[in-house]
């Protein structure tokens, strides 16, 4: 056989090898994937894949995606549904069938676009014939429970697998409202919390958590917590009995979750007034600190210090020598966003904090000795540099803005205002629980003796891994701080005012979630730019930059100029113009418009000189595959020719 025919046999051979390789790695390879980005961004979290394994029953996923109408829209949303669909797959793979995905394509008037309005998706109009592009996700359980994102938008793709996780999750663990257990010292539902003040309708964020949740109010003095409660929600604990600071440590220690909002100066906390005696009510204290408790999970607050932050500082008006001024208070003040922790879900995305008075949050000193290493503590929310803390008498009585301003000095350092604790922990009573209260002698005359209740082991650390976040500021859910409310006809309407009522909210529904679900954190950004592509534009940007610089300030120069001799005004208002001003002012206008034609050109050549470095990096992307398999081939024919010439 001539070899020229071995050849043309061999290459058909070869287009045949090929073609039923990838028939077949189609069938057999279907469920392998490979994930070579940086960041593992198609790879779920350990959190996420214990949540499939672990799903109690089954849950249905619909996507719907109008893909026919996707040419009509920007390509991110092609990208970004694309990378829904295959993380989609990935659940689907690791929940070993208990998860079924159906993709649908709603294009108008179709019976798919019916559904998807139907379970509340949230189409957006793309053309002049108002057709609906669709891009969101509907999960139902087997007892119709139905969870909705309502539109996935690319802008929020790195709380992407929280979101599903989230949802999934919700779908498995079917049943009634969660539980969050209340404990405060301030009539956060209502009520007169001083006999002589006026009652007060409660706090707006309380009505946003009841609906959402089922609230239970434990008061101060209980001494176990209900097992029906989820997570324990404290503001401002103040003068807990050591018998609740022991329940709620036992709660702690079985792996109950705990958010608590505590304060060294509470401006909602005002103690009865004596009228025998006015400064006495004043002197009192107005801080929560939990006593024990805080130590236990490795914190420290000083009550008598407030954190003054500069740079955040809010405007208030205050009463001067000089009457009402505008002037930035250093109590009141707006975190930096990137003092936001914007990896955890409790503050991810999360822009404008307003706190009140807070306190500044330490890790302890010792807290590898007395806690070990079986915690951690994570920074949530923090002040600036520019911070300082302020003796909290300094406003206990009559606070003065302007004086704080002027006696400020930086520490130079930031102050944790919210930190979340995590993993396990030893009890704060490591000697048992606290004595019983003394109780009345019974009456030997009653007829039945009440059986007491059988006491709970003492369990000093933590059985399971718990979650807490501690937040050293209580005013921040006042409504001034968090909300805007309306009375209309009776009804009271509420809107958010900045984000202090999301972050409780979040902090919340990232606590009720299981252990797996809190473990979660944003993913990395899908997006890659093409960092040389935008490094070269810059670096052309920068090289016409300073030329057109320069022409604005003569364009800018020269219209002043113009107008200057334009609007000459003489006697009663007629302009008196001499020839040659006349003809300095056709001057400049025909250096405007050399001036104004010559910006443009710079424009258009700096436009040409990105499309030319395009043009290039297109060319050799494209170019460079196919000249290496050249080359290569180039290098073995050589390689032949050589051993066969040896020969």
């Not at 929940?95 to 108008?108: R, S």
């Not at 608590?260 to 005002?270: G, T, Y």
């Not at 104004?596 to 992307?621: C, F, G, P, S, Y």
Request: aromatic share 8%.
């Amino acid at each position: 056989m001539s070899a020229k025919k071995t050849s043309l046999i061999a290459l058909l051979f070869g287009v045949v090898l090929f073609v039923a390789v990838n028939l077949l790695s189609r069938e057999v390879l279907r469920a392998a994937r490979w994930d070579l980005t940086e960041q593992k961004l198609y790879t779920l979290s350990e959190g996420s894949a214990n949540i499939c394994r672990q799903l109690k029953e089954p849950v249905r996923l619909r996507f719907f995606y109008s893909e026919n109408l996707a040419s009509q829209v920007p390509p991110q949303f092609k990208n970004y549904a694309d990378r829904v669909r295959e993380l989609l797959e990935e659940y689907v793979a690791l929940a070993d069938g208990k998860l079924v995905l159906e993709v649908f394509d709603p294009e108008p008037f179709t019976e798919e676009e019916d559904q998807a309005v139907g379970f509340g998706l949230a189409g957006q109009p793309i053309n002049a014939r108002n057709d609906q592009f669709f891009l969101g996700l509907v999960g139902t359980n087997t007892v119709d429970d139905e969870e909705v994102i309502p539109f996935l938008s690319p802008g929020q793709e790195a709380s992407l697998e929280y979101d599903i996780s989230r949802l999934v999750h919700t779908l498995s663990h079917p049943g009634d409202k969660q539980v969050v257990g209340l404990i405060s010292a301030l009539p956060l539902e209502g009520g007169q919390g001083n006999p002589f003040q006026p009652a007060s309708p409660g706090w707006g964020v309380v009505d946003l958590i009841k609906q959402q949740y089922e609230l239970r109010n434990l008061g101060l003095d209980f001494d176990s917590v209900d097992p029906e409660v989820d997570v324990l929600l404290l503001i401002h604990p103040k003068n807990l009995s050591p018998q609740a600071q022991y329940a709620v440590d036992q709660f702690v220690m079985g792996g109950g979750h705990v958010l608590a909002f505590i304060d060294p100066h509470s401006e909602q906390d005002r103690p009865m007034a004596n009228p025998q005696n006015p400064l006495q009510g004043m002197n009192q204290s107005r801080a929560s600190d939990l006593g024990p408790l805080l130590a236990a999970w490795g914190l420290e607050m000083a009550t008598d210090k407030l954190v003054g932050d500069l740079e955040g500082a809010l405007e208030v008006t205050a009463p001067t020598e000089r009457g009402p001024q505008r002037m930035r208070y250093l109590l009141w003040f707006s975190p930096r966003e990137d003092a936001i922790n914007a990896d955890d879900f409790a503050t991810a995305g999360l822009q404008e904090l307003r706190f009140a008075t807070a306190g500044a949050l330490e890790k302890r000193a010792d807290f590898a000795e007395a806690i070990g290493d079986g915690a951690k503590v994570e920074s949530l929310i923090a002040s600036s540099r520019e911070a300082q803390r302020i003796e909290e008498f300094m406003v206990r009585f009559n606070p003065d803005p302007e004086g704080l301003l002027q006696k400020f000095a930086s520490e130079n350092r930031s102050f944790d205002l919210a930190v979340r604790v995590s993993g396990t922990l030893p009890s704060a009573f490591s000697d048992g629980p606290p004595p019983k209260p003394e109780t009345p002698e019974e009456d030997p005359e009653a007829d039945e003796a009440v059986d007491p209740e059988p006491e709970t082991a003492h369990l000093a650390a933590s059985e399971k891994p718990t979650n807490i976040i501690v937040v050293s500021d209580t005013d921040m859910l006042t409504d001034n701080f968090s909300l805007r409310i309306q009375n209309f006809m009776g009804q009271r309407l509420m809107s958010f005012s900045g984000q202090n009522a999301s972050f409780l909210l979040n902090a919340l529904e990232n606590l009720l979630g299981s252990n797996d679900l809190i473990s979660l954190r944003a993913r990395g950004n899908f997006r890659r730019p093409f960092e040389v592509v935008e490094d070269l534009q810059k670096e052309a940007q920068e090289r016409y930059y300073l030329k057109e610089q320069e022409i604005e300030l003569r364009i800018q120069e020269a219209e002043q100029r113009l107008q200057a001799l334009q609007f000459q005004e003489v006697g009663e208002g007629y302009a008196i113009l001499s020839p040659e001003q006349e003809g300095e002012i056709e001057t400049l206008n025909q250096e405007l418009l050399g001036m104004r034609k010559e910006r443009r050109d710079i424009r258009h050549e700096l436009d040409k000189d990105v499309q030319r470095l395009m043009t290039k990096l297109k060319a050799l992307n494209m170019g460079a595959v196919p000249l290496g398999v050249l080359l290569i081939g180039a290098a073995l024919w050589l390689l032949k020719s050589v051993q066969r010439s040896r020969r």
